[in-house]
């Protein structure tokens, strides 16, 4: 099971406060014994993004179905971590993951490590063109060949880096051991800023940092603040230099035993808990960096037009070295749409 971060009394406070502005309103029909239950899960905590469109979506269909069906939502990597989580899935042990995008490249899926490529995305209105579009629903098609049925994407944010010093230049990476998931892209990309990239599940990270198995990492500022990687990381460079999304996934053969009714009621919970992910993405990572700010335990620097410049100048080699990988007409697609 993964390690739980400490809390302090402001993020207990912070996440009370978040709790109760989330939940919704009417009653959930716990004490029926559903027909059918789904297992849901993921790997970051419950006050995520992710965490709180899994928590909504159950509660969703739960009320829609009057308990009919329910909703287990495993959290924090209870039941499977990032290395695990697709094959459980394809297995049968689990019945719904949300996995970033770049778990899907290493089941022969490389297409979805566009998302990887750094620099790529200016906002999150650039990528919605992707995830919301004709380009997103072809990803998701491609999924059946593994098992796998594609629900649909969510955001978030974009991805910042933290170490024990701060990384504003290509120098400031040298010789560092930095955490990633398992990526080729995000490997290649540290790679090219002539930092070691050390695959890690995400719910080792944090112990990683503070033993000094690893130097540094990548996360959007909510993950870095849930999991409480400001206490075992001095600096906070607000990079923006890559995004973090997910696919909702499930299993082929319970989705196809399922009664079209209740695939209906399940896509359209599932869809609405998505826009409710999206629409807090941002505000959670904003709410995130306040809360760092308020702490004081972290060093947070903003990079000006030229340190920008420079990282992205150092990690254009990347695209090109991967094109033949991914495909050089699923990088022409994309730019097509982003254009």
Do not use: C
Request: proline share 4%.
């Amino acid at each position: 099971m993964a390690r739980q971060p400490r809390f302090s009394l402001s993020r207990r406070a912070w996440l009370a406060t978040l709790a109760g502005a989330t939940a919704l309103t009417k009653p959930v029909f716990g004490a029926i014994k559903p027909d059918i239950t789904l297992r849901f899960s993921h790997v970051v905590a419950e006050e995520t993004p992710k965490g709180l469109a899994a928590r909504r979506f159950k509660e969703l269909v739960e009320q829609r179905s009057g308990g009919r069906i329910g909703v287990q939502v495993f959290p924090n990597a209870q039941l499977y971590g990032d290395q695990d989580e697709i094959q459980a899935l394809q297995l049968g042990a689990v019945d719904l993951v949300a996995p970033s995008l770049s778990k899907f490249g290493r089941i022969g899926l490389p297409e979805f490590e566009l998302f990887d490529l750094p620099f790529l995305f200016d906002d999150l209105s650039a990528v919605r063109r992707i995830t919301l579009g004709p380009l997103g629903l072809r990803l998701l098609s491609g999924l059946p060949r593994q098992g796998l049925v594609g629900l649909g994407f969510f955001d978030n944010g974009f991805k910042q880096m933290s170490a024990n010093r701060p990384l504003l230049e290509p120098k400031d990476f040298a010789g560092l051991r930095m955490r990633v998931q398992a990526s080729r892209v995000i490997a290649a990309q540290m790679r090219a800023l002539g930092a070691r990239p050390i695959t890690l599940a995400f719910s080792d990270t944090r112990r990683a940092l503070e033993t000094g198995v690893v130097d540094g990492t990548e996360n959007p500022i909510s993950n870095f603040w849930t999991q409480a990687m400001h206490e075992v990381q001095s600096d906070l460079s607000l990079t923006d230099h890559g995004y973090l999304g997910y696919a909702v996934v499930t299993n082929q053969r319970l989705w196809q035993h399922l009664k079209a009714g209740d695939r209906e009621l399940i896509q359209q919970a599932l869809q609405q808990a998505l826009t409710f992910a999206n629409q807090i993405a941002d505000t959670q990572n904003n709410q995130a960096l306040q809360a760092l700010r308020q702490a004081g335990t972290t060093r947070i620097h903003i990079l000006n037009t030229g340190q920008r410049t420079r990282l992205r100048e150092a990690v254009k080699p990347v695209q090109q070295q991967l094109a033949s990988r991914i495909g050089a007409s699923w990088i022409n697609a994309l730019q097509q749409a982003l254009h």
